[in-house]
């Protein structure tokens, strides 16, 4: 068994991700959905939507709800999923090297592909000694 990977992001951003993560890992590791919540849509049918990829991707050891940004729809709709009883850990700040790192450490449990996430997304960021 393994985690399921879901992206909460705003419109053509996840599928984008997966995407370049597929140009990268052609076979995926692990099992990768997205949530494109578009703008002006109604939270609690997108939550709805979303609760049930999660229970589709989750085969008993959780979810890792990667969100693009922190305090918008998306990852609300995504930390809400808890509450429907989805066993889950939500890291914010998506990027695609946070993406490849957990595609990477797809044997990892939980709560240490959830630290691995933050971190791949950290040590993605660098700035030029111009």
């Given at each position: 068994?393994?985690?399921?990977?879901?992206?909460?992001?705003?419109?053509?951003?996840?599928?984008?991700?997966?995407?370049?993560?597929?140009?990268?890992?052609?076979?995926?590791?692990?099992?990768?959905?997205?949530?494109?919540?578009?703008?002006?849509?109604?939270?609690?049918?997108?939550?709805?939507?979303?609760?049930?990829?999660?229970?589709?991707?989750?085969?008993?050891?959780?979810?890792?709800?990667?969100?693009?940004?922190?305090?918008?729809?998306?990852?609300?709709?995504?930390?809400?999923?808890?509450?429907?009883?989805?066993r889950l850990?939500?890291?914010?700040?998506?990027?695609?090297?946070?993406?490849?790192?957990?595609?990477?450490?797809a044997d990892?449990?939980?709560?240490?592909?959830?630290?691995?996430?933050?971190?791949?997304?950290?040590?993605?960021?660098?700035?030029?000694?111009?």
């Amino acid at each position: 068994m393994s985690v399921g990977v879901l992206l909460m992001t705003h419109e053509s951003v996840g599928q984008a991700l997966v995407k370049a993560a597929r140009h990268v890992l052609p076979n995926l590791p692990l099992r990768v959905a997205t949530v494109e919540i578009p703008a002006r849509s109604d939270p609690d049918v997108m939550r709805t939507l979303t609760a049930k990829h999660a229970r589709e991707l989750d085969h008993g050891d959780g979810v890792l709800v990667l969100a693009d940004l922190y305090g918008a729809t998306p990852c609300n709709i995504g930390l809400s999923l808890g509450t429907l009883g989805v066993r889950l850990r939500c890291v914010s700040g998506l990027n695609l090297p946070m993406l490849l790192r957990v595609l990477n450490y797809a044997d990892k449990p939980l709560d240490e592909l959830a630290e691995i996430a933050a971190s791949g997304g950290r040590g993605g960021i660098f700035i030029d000694h111009a």
